[in-house]
């Protein structure tokens, strides 16, 4: 999530620097593919759905250890000055998303929960494109989007709010992983995490930060037949990577996909292997965040 938060001296509650209130405060979650996985069967995803890192956005060999399609990515990052900054030139021209529904093209979630963007990331992932179909009937994850999809933003964070089965879900994966947990849930991270989809209604790429006034629709970057790990999706990640200008090397990719055993037990080599590839392992990004 962003570090740059204040307090509402009329709310008392914590806003973020894009004007969105945290209700409720969460452990964070580690940049992990394992947990991810862990947290989505937990919430209902078919056993069948994992994520994986992706360990370059440059090299074709390493890509094509990926399994395809890719049904979402969710990049890992220390906000930065220069990446506020950024978002809030954009942000100050943008009106308030009001959608609601599956007429829209995207499901969208409002982040009212501090230190729960990897949470966001994950739903963001899960309840958009061809992900929906690996949703489990009547599994938590189903449930809450049966309730929430048709409802205005602030009541579907609402309802994100009042759910117990996603908030225990989320604590029994946030204290597992290789980081040291934050003592106190208010305490402030200084990494994010933002998702990126491909539309099933329009076929456009997306990008999805509840800390945002909205998601982002990025444009027809993608040919009908294209995953978000095609080039145009990867030409958005380089433009986060780009836009730090080698100031902030601390990136992680993730992404979400049915791993075939082959290609997982390939995978799993390489990120043991792997030492300078242009991405940092979740075990690596996770070592420096300690």
Same mark, same amino acid.
């Given at each position: ?10 709310? =008392?509650?914590?806003?973020? +620097? ?25 919430? +209902? %995803?078919? $056993? ?37 900054? &950024? ?31 990897? *949470? ?8 958009? =494109? !061809?992900?929906?179909?690996?949703? $489990? ?34 604590? &029994? ?7 040291? %947990?934050?003592?106190?849930? &208010? ?26 006034? =909205? ?5 027809? *970057?993608?040919?009908?037949? !294209?995953? %978000? ?14 836009? !730090?200008? +080698? ?6 990719? *993730? ?36």
């Amino acid at each position: 999530m962003s570090n740059d938060i204040y307090c509402d001296t009329q709310t =008392g509650k914590q806003v973020n +620097g894009h004007g969105s209130s945290y209700r409720k405060h969460y452990i964070p979650l580690e940049s992990n593919p394992d947990l991810f996985t862990q947290l989505v069967h937990k919430l +209902g %995803v078919s $056993q069948s759905l994992a994520f994986v890192d992706v360990l370059s956005i440059d090299d074709p060999d390493l890509l094509a250890f990926i399994p395809r399609p890719a049904l979402a990515l969710v990049l890992v990052f220390p906000t930065s000055d220069v990446y506020e900054d &950024e978002i809030a030139k954009e942000d100050a021209i943008k009106e308030e998303y009001r959608g609601r529904g599956e007429e829209d093209d995207v499901i969208w979630f409002k982040q009212t929960i501090n230190n729960a963007c990897g *949470l966001y990331g994950i739903l963001h992932g899960v309840s958009n =494109g !061809e992900a929906r179909n690996f949703i $489990q009937p009547n599994s938590p994850l189903a449930n809450l989007l049966a309730d929430c999809v048709s409802l205005a933003p602030d009541h579907r964070a609402l309802a994100l709010e009042a759910s117990k089965e996603l908030e225990s879900a989320h604590a &029994e994966a946030a204290m597992q992983g290789d980081s040291t %947990v934050p003592d106190n849930a &208010e305490d402030e991270v200084d990494f994010h995490y933002v998702c990126f989809v491909k539309s099933h209604k329009n076929g456009h790429l997306y990008q999805m930060d509840g800390d945002r006034k =909205g998601p982002i629709d990025r444009g027809p *970057l993608l040919a009908p037949e !294209e995953d %978000v790990l095609a080039e145009g999706g990867l030409s958005v990640i380089r433009e986060f990577i780009r836009r !730090e200008k +080698g100031g902030n090397p601390q990136f992680s990719l *993730l992404a979400m996909a049915v791993p075939t055993l082959r290609l997982y037990l390939a995978h799993c080599t390489h990120a043991i292997t792997n030492t300078n590839l242009g991405l940092l392992t979740s075990t690596d990004f996770c070592k420096r965040l300690h």
